[in-house]
């Protein structure tokens, strides 16, 4: 493959897990919430990152984003490694990789008229004719399905789809390089996901977006992603392309999360079911991420942690057994 628009590098963020008396003394202990992680996204593809909720997908988005500081590891785009770039120096790459989360409608001015909002990055990027900023607004409402009916609406007199187009247009509109897409429809009806999911894709097509989109739902990452990973307790367990990653699920994690798709498990895949609770992956930690819930573990596997290798040409997996 070519090489990468950018570049995740054993990313690394954990929070402080404090004793009883809270701050008053250091902490007892560390929560890792992204740990070792690497991955690259190329050009022109939708990466879809999925796991179960609390696995670091968030920050590991935001970590792309700049919004959130990692305490180890490398992001690489253009020559630069963004995580050591100071706010100063970020801004000129900011416009190149932008946020579509799932309530858009959290972030608006909602005093704010849905025009002015899409004019308000523009503003930012110093674009000073009034008349090119109006007709770039009504260019992306055109291209996310709103009509320049829209334009002096408000935000809360869009219905929950339309706020979400909203959302991708505001991204869209400095015409970045890569979308980092948090859970966009999973607040939003199956019908309307579709229609957002299909948008989003025809858009990705038309600009030459490159997506990373982040979900909890295989089903929805199934749907528009070229390659998918698959993250557990802070870590990449499985990478593949997507058709790979279906056909042949290898990593007992991504098993056990086909399992519980009625049309997959039925297809006569392994069963592997999710017992047990999600453990906290503190500093002592130690072994493969997925040892306490695992049918196959073995003291090597409460040991040592497998790295993420190569088994098939694209098809890495993070397993001794495998
Ligand atoms: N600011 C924070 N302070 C403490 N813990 C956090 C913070 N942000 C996230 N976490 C924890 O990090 C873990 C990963 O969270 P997140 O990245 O939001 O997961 P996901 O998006 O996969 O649901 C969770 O256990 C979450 O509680
Ligand atoms: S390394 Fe061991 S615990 Fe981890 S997934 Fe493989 S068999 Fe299960
Ligand atoms: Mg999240």
Redesign the pocket.
């Known amino acids: 493959m070519s090489t990468p628009l950018l570049e995740v590098k054993d990313l690394c963020k954990r929070?402080p897990i404090y004793g009883p008396l809270g701050k008053l003394f250091p902490p007892k202990t560390h929560?890792n919430?992204v740990s070792g992680l690497s991955l690259q996204l190329y050009e022109g593809e939708t990466y879809g990152l999925v796991?179960e909720?609390?696995?670091?997908?968030?920050?590991?988005g935001r970590c792309i984003l700049g919004l959130t500081h990692p305490d180890g590891g490398e992001i690489q785009y253009q020559g630069h490694d963004l995580t050591k770039l100071s706010d100063r120096e970020f801004r000129p790459l900011r416009r190149d990789i932008q946020l579509v989360f799932q309530d858009p409608l959290s972030s608006l001015n909602p005093r704010q008229r849905i025009g002015s909002l899409l004019e308000e990055p523009l503003i930012i990027q110093g674009m000073e004719d009034a008349d090119a900023r109006r007709a770039r607004v009504l260019a992306i409402l055109e291209k996310v399905g709103l009509s320049e009916e829209h334009y002096f609406r408000y935000p809360h007199e869009l219905s929950g789809g339309q706020v979400q187009r909203l959302g991708i247009a505001r991204a869209l509109i400095i015409e970045p390089k890569l979308i980092v897409c948090d859970e966009p429809v999973s607040a939003l009806d199956v019908s309307i996901q579709a229609q957002i999911l299909n948008m989003l894709t025809a858009l990705q097509r038309e600009m030459g977006l490159t997506l990373l989109f982040i979900s909890h739902d295989m089903g929805v990452v199934r749907y528009l992603s070229d390659r998918i990973g698959v993250m557990y307790l802070g870590a990449l367990v499985e990478e593949a392309p997507t058709d790979d990653l279906f056909a042949d699920p290898r990593h007992p994690y991504t098993q056990a999360l086909f399992s519980s798709i009625p049309d997959l498990s039925k297809r006569g895949k392994t069963h592997v079911s999710l017992g047990g609770e999600l453990p906290v992956r503190t500093d002592e930690f130690q072994g493969c991420v997925f040892h306490t819930r695992c049918p196959y573990a073995t003291d090597r596997c409460r040991r040592e942690a497998p790295a993420l290798r190569e088994v098939e040409p694209g098809h890495k997996v993070a397993c001794h057994q495998t």
């Open positions: 929070y929560m919430a796991g909720s609390g696995c670091g997908k968030t920050t590991t």
